[in-house]
């Protein structure tokens, strides 16, 4: 993976470098991780860690933890606004969470997702919200689902100067042609067919690519064909980070158990009893007690 350039941002579109890109370490000319720090990690071999965030308070956490990148993802439909999926989210939903999380943060990389049906209707419209990503929620990237058939729209936001993340595998927004959510690439047809969806975008400009609940032995396919970083989630060891949703690592949903999670700490039931002990002590009359009060 060292051996492969990563691709450089001429301020337009990702091109295949003509010489090892020159790398802006952390903390010169910009105070937040950048596109070039990303591939610098890259460069270096140093796993890329990503975590899902959604509000001002969390993003507090992540920054103070120092990791590279929040993804502001479409999955708040499920974790913050209880929805069977990502589908109902609006583009306004995505800009409302990015700028708090924006806020929270001085140094981490923000990439926001476009929601379903922000980009499917056209080129344009999907340009449009693109931008409203970057300029209203104030995110340094926009994240995409999809292969070939979105590859031309992804040439067109990296020519405007949108940097474009993309996203194969699982792509939530598809969970009803799907028909649920189920490991993609498996077999030789359908792993090859991820593969060509990979070149293609990489060949329109993204700069990353996220890899969703596919075989790790495809995972590792990708990246290795790839000179660009690919972030995992559910897709083995071999890319080139990972990423997982914050409330998830942290086990504050243990009714959600899919394979890929880790529950780094168990937070649900650490708060429950926190809340549990707030209820007896008001009912008790123990709190407020003269420590807490005016």
Do not use: W
Request: charged share 25%; proline share 5%.
């Amino acid at each position: 993976m060292t051996d492969c350039l990563p691709l450089q941002y001429d301020g337009a579109a990702f091109k295949k470098p003509r010489s090892h890109p020159s790398m802006t370490p952390r903390g010169s000319m910009s105070s937040r991780n950048t596109i070039r720090t990303i591939h610098q990690r890259y460069a270096d071999d140093t796993p890329i860690t990503m975590v899902t965030c959604y509000d001002y308070t969390f993003a507090r956490l992540v920054e103070k933890a120092d990791l590279d990148i929040i993804l502001v993802g479409d999955s708040l439909g499920n974790v913050i606004q209880g929805q069977d999926t990502t589908v109902p989210v609006e583009v306004d939903d995505i800009i409302y969470h990015t700028r708090a999380v924006v806020r929270g943060t001085e140094t981490t990389h923000i990439v926001a997702d476009l929601p379903f049906m922000s980009y499917q209707a056209s080129e344009e419209e999907g340009l449009r919200n693109a931008g409203r990503l970057l300029k209203e929620g104030h995110a340094q990237a926009v994240k995409l689902e999809g292969g070939r058939s979105i590859a031309p729209m992804v040439d067109r936001m990296t020519d405007a100067g949108i940097p474009v993340v993309g996203h194969l595998g699982l792509t939530p927004q598809s969970v009803h042609a799907f028909g649920g959510y189920s490991v993609q690439g498996r077999g030789d047809d359908a792993a090859d067919e991820l593969l060509e969806d990979a070149r293609a975008l990489a060949d329109a400009g993204i700069y990353m690519l996220v890899l969703e609940m596919v075989p790790a032995a495809l995972a590792r396919r990708v990246t290795d064909e790839l000179s660009i970083p690919t972030i995992g989630i559910g897709a083995g060891d071999q890319t080139s980070g990972q990423v997982l949703v914050l409330q998830d690592l942290l086990g504050m949903n243990t009714d959600f158990q899919p394979r890929f999670v880790k529950r780094f700490v168990e937070l649900e039931s650490t708060i429950v009893d926190a809340l549990n002990d707030y209820g007896d002590e008001v009912r008790s009359g123990a709190f407020p007690d003269d420590d807490h009060a005016y």
